[in-house]
């Protein structure tokens, strides 16, 4: 028999080992219109503005600082080599192409929302001064074994000449600001390997906070408690969820990911949040729980399980507010209590992201580990 789960019971199996809602397809109940205009971009042109960062293409969740304050939720390159050579090939001969989605920044820069695959394959093929652009290889045989410095003259002035039409989306903030520009992207993003709801909020809300995720993201307790990184950013969300139900749990309302979204929105740049009060938290709370309840305490099942993550790490957290755990041994005993409860088991298994199961859970965990000596 197929076993058949409902909207909200769907899970992420085959991306990680993680049990939680499918936040992609919560709707927005109140999607707002957007404004956007169409423009047509010479190669030469879009290929000048991706090299001054007009045109910003950010990478995916980088590592360190970049020179624009738009950090990525573009997913790593992903064309093969022959894709590459067909598309400038296509350009060369005159074929129709696909278009290309950005939005306006505050800033007025350029973020790509669709196109990066196409865009950073004409910036790699015109090259720069310390990296010569690439030859075609798997094209017709009167372009075979050609970099743009070895095009003739024609056929350089073609493909500099060609055009690309280009959708701009308007960064409007009484029309939905950033969240009209998410749920742009998110219909646009319907590719095989669809982005996180995360994967988009990393560039859409980037700044301070977004640079602290990530930074606690490799806490040694939380990686022991939750085991390896996510390449879907599930650990880093989670850390972001710790924080907005800690903080903001009174003003919870679905959709989660709107949730969310407001609370990085809000806090982008640190503004509003002891941030540092956030990070002792998070530390403390995280090696209590790894040291005196373990791994099990975010898996109801062999998976880790993001509503009980919720409801364990706001529980604790809000037992350490109280004062020194003198008992912390009993923290153990208060989980295994807490998740033999079956109302407890419904709120962390069934329709997650309701309003009343996630104030139930985290109310559970709280009275469970309030009681610990």
């Known amino acids: 028999m197929t ?3 409902s909207v909200d019971e769907q899970v992420s199996e085959a991306e990680e080992d993680l049990v939680d809602l499918d936040e992609r ?3 927005f109940p109140d999607a707002q219109p957007v404004a956007y205009f169409g423009t047509d971009f010479d190669v030469h042109g879009l290929v000048r503005r991706l090299n001054q960062a007009d045109i910003v293409i950010p990478n995916f969740d980088p ?3 970049t020179d624009s304050d738009l ?7 992903v064309w093969r080599k022959y894709q590459m050579d067909r598309f400038i090939e296509s350009l060369l001969l005159g074929y129709p192409v696909p278009g290309i989605f950005l939005v306006q920044q505050p800033d007025k820069k350029l973020l790509v929302l669709d196109g ?3 865009l950073r394959s004409l910036q790699a093929f015109y090259g720069t001064t310390a990296a010569p652009g690439f030859a075609l290889d798997d094209v017709a045989d009167a372009y075979a074994g050609a970099t743009y410095d070895t095009l003739s003259e024609e056929d350089r002035r073609t493909l500099d000449n060609t055009f690309i039409h280009g959708t701009i989306v308007k960064y409007d903030p009484e029309q939905g600001g950033d969240d009209a520009v998410y749920q742009v992207f998110e219909r646009l993003n319907t590719g095989g390997a669809n982005l996180t709801p995360h994967e988009i909020r990393v560039a859409l809300y980037s700044g301070e906070f977004v640079r602290l995720l990530r930074d606690l993201n490799g806490d040694v307790n939380w990686r022991k408690l939750y085991g390896p990184r996510s390449n879907r950013l599930k650990d880093q969300e989670l850390i972001l969820r710790f924080a907005a139900f800690r903080l903001n749990s009174e003003n919870y309302k679905r959709p989660l990911k709107r949730f969310l979204n407001d609370f990085v929105g809000d806090h982008r740049n ?11 938290s998070f530390q403390d709370v995280c090696k209590v729980i790894a040291t005196h309840i373990g791994r099990r305490a975010f898996r109801a099942t062999g998976q880790v399980n993001a509503a009980l993550v919720d409801a364990v790490m706001f529980g604790v957290a809000e037992r350490h507010d109280q004062g020194v755990i003198k008992e912390p041994e009993k923290l153990g005993e208060a989980f295994d209590a807490l998740v033999k409860q079956q109302e407890f088991l419904t709120a962390i298994g069934r329709a997650t992201a309701d309003e009343d199961r996630v104030a139930r859970r985290l109310t559970m965990a709280k009275d469970s580990f309030g009681v610990v000596p």
């Open 3 to 5: 076993d058949l789960k």
């Open 25 to 27: 397809i919560e709707p």
């Open 270 to 280: 640190g503004a509003g949040i002891d941030m540092k009060g956030l990070t002792e």
């Open 116 to 118: 990066q695959q196409r």
């Open 71 to 77: 950090e990525g939720f573009q997913r790593s390159f």
């Open 63 to 65: 590592a360190g600082a």
